[in-house]
């Protein structure tokens, strides 16, 4: 009997980790690690599989000392938490085999681990579960194709406590048709889409299903839609499932701002039940799209695609980056206007970064401008490049545009503007004991005791006279609204 140790590292306090929302809401992590629990599912079914997620519960020396091998999953903004651990690990005399984004551009960063899957790992799984058998491990693995994901069976949820996620995670899609200058997607999945079957999703979903989950599903495809005809085909499969066991599950995925311009795409995701988007915005400014090559952004007014799809029913999340080359010295004005004009309310605003095998990685590393490493965490107000800008306007701006953005009176104005484009359909969805908890404690800490108080009221109210379907959703954006006031307040 071989004893595997799964474990996923911490992820530091960061925009995206929504720590501050979540315990209002008594969940501790926003997703489980879908990788580690796909990787799991790939194993032999007669070993014996433990899985520690540090976001939900510490690694104890008796589960570390039961482990014959560790497994670790990792991006690249957890490399503190990895060192940490392959430290630890080293002192047991326990046998690493590291895999994911960090390890897949950054595996020589870390001595102390001896063995790496680089890429994705479904194609290289049978010849490490005989390694590791034989005792015969190798240094490297790294299939020298793509694989085919369609063999990717269904992630093994038992290992989870459920109940500590905000939402659950599933995968249809890898790589996106897009080749942006900045982004490291192409890097991991290629620019041509490999997607799942429609079947395939909907046993995962029904799976999570069985098992009694009923709230949020993170699609976490690179583009969700990057391979429209096979969307298409899923979307219809997600309507007839939903029609068929009346889950009141929805769902939140990441896509190209063309969504906009395919009204039954629109229509089709909102029917299965999809409610947010996110969208890579970046940048008002043209000549920066130009620069970073996200010319799918120049060819249509992008306030005019935010409210397109604002006003199909989806809630548009918007990714936003500053410090391009070509940023003109208005930018973060620009920024602000756009954003507050858009309504919307969870907008990402990071500074660019360089990650390493990305095309501008190579671009700057050429030009003789790569300063360090990056960390993988876009908030964080430090620069790993030269930038052409001067440094400190750049922090300094961004800074300042960050506390602007989560001031609650600007944050909760954002809100009603979102409130007043979006157009949400009558499809059931749940509400949690989460969400009552979240209502119950934003009554008191951003209604009574912290700063924002009358705004909080006022947009409370208002939303429950002028907006009362959707005061779940002005709660829910409330709380995270605090979660990120608090990173930004951190910069």
């Not at 046993?203 to 299903?209: P, S, T």
Request: charged share 25%.
């Amino acid at each position: 009997m071989i004893r595997i140790l799964l474990v996923y590292p911490e992820t530091p306090e960061t925009f995206w980790s929504f720590k501050h929302a979540l315990r209002l809401v008594s969940k501790k992590a926003a997703f489980p690690p879908l990788g580690l629990l796909t990787v799991a599912a790939m194993l032999p079914r007669e070993w014996e599989l433990r899985l520690v997620d540090l976001n939900v519960e510490h690694l104890t020396d008796e589960t570390l000392d039961w482990a014959d091998f560790v497994l670790v999953s990792a991006m690249l903004i957890q490399r503190a938490s990895v060192n940490e651990l392959a430290a630890r690990c080293a002192r047991a005399g326990k046998t690493v085999i590291a895999g994911g984004p960090l390890f897949t551009t950054m595996h020589s960063s870390f001595p102390s681990i001896q063995h790496f899957v680089l890429g994705e790992a479904e194609d290289v799984m049978e010849q490490l579960v005989e390694d590791m058998r034989a005792g015969t491990l190798q240094a490297r693995y790294e299939a020298p194709d793509r694989p085919d994901i369609t063999r990717v069976p269904t992630p093994r949820w038992d290992l989870l406590s459920l109940r500590h996620y905000q939402s659950m995670a599933v995968q249809f899609s890898r790589g996106c048709p897009y080749d942006c200058e900045f982004c490291d997607i192409v890097v991991m999945n290629g620019r041509v889409p490999r997607a799942k079957s429609p079947e395939q999703l909907i046993a995962e979903l029904e799976d999570l299903r069985e098992r009694g989950w009923q709230d949020g599903i993170f699609v976490v495809d690179d583009n969700f839609i990057g391979d429209k005809k096979k969307t298409k085909a899923l979307l219809g499969e997600m309507v007839r499932w939903r029609e068929r066991t009346r889950t009141r599950s929805y769902f939140l995925t990441e896509a190209s701002v063309n969504l906009a311009q395919d009204p039954e795409l629109l229509e089709l995701m909102v029917a299965a039940g999809f409610r947010k988007v996110f969208l890579g915005i970046e940048t008002p400014a043209l000549e920066s799209l130009t620069e970073c090559h996200k010319l799918q952004n120049t060819r249509a007014d992008m306030l005019t695609t935010v409210r397109t799809i604002q006003s199909a029913g989806l809630e548009v999340m918007g990714g936003f980056i500053v410090g391009f080359d070509s940023d003109p010295r208005d930018i973060f004005k620009r920024q602000f206007e756009f954003i507050q004009r858009s309504g919307v309310a969870t907008a990402m605003v990071g500074l660019l970064t360089a990650l390493p095998e990305t095309r501008l990685y190579k671009r700057l590393m050429g030009e003789g401008r790569i300063e360090a490493v990056s960390t993988g965490d876009n908030t964080e107000a430090t620069l790993n490049f030269t930038p052409k800008l001067d440094r400190e306007f750049l922090l300094a701006g961004y800074r300042d545009l960050m506390k602007r953005l989560y001031d609650p009176k600007v944050y909760y104005r954002r809100i009603r503007v979102l409130l007043a484009h979006h157009r949400p359909r009558r499809v059931a969805f749940s509400v949690s004991r989460g969400d009552i908890l979240g209502l119950v404690r934003s009554l008191w800490l951003l209604g009574v005791r912290h700063g924002g108080r009358l705004a909080y009221w006022r947009l409370f109210w208002s939303t429950l006279l002028r907006h009362p379907r959707q005061f779940p959703k002005t709660i829910e954006l409330i709380i995270q609204g605090y979660h990120l006031r608090r990173v930004a307040a951190s910069l």
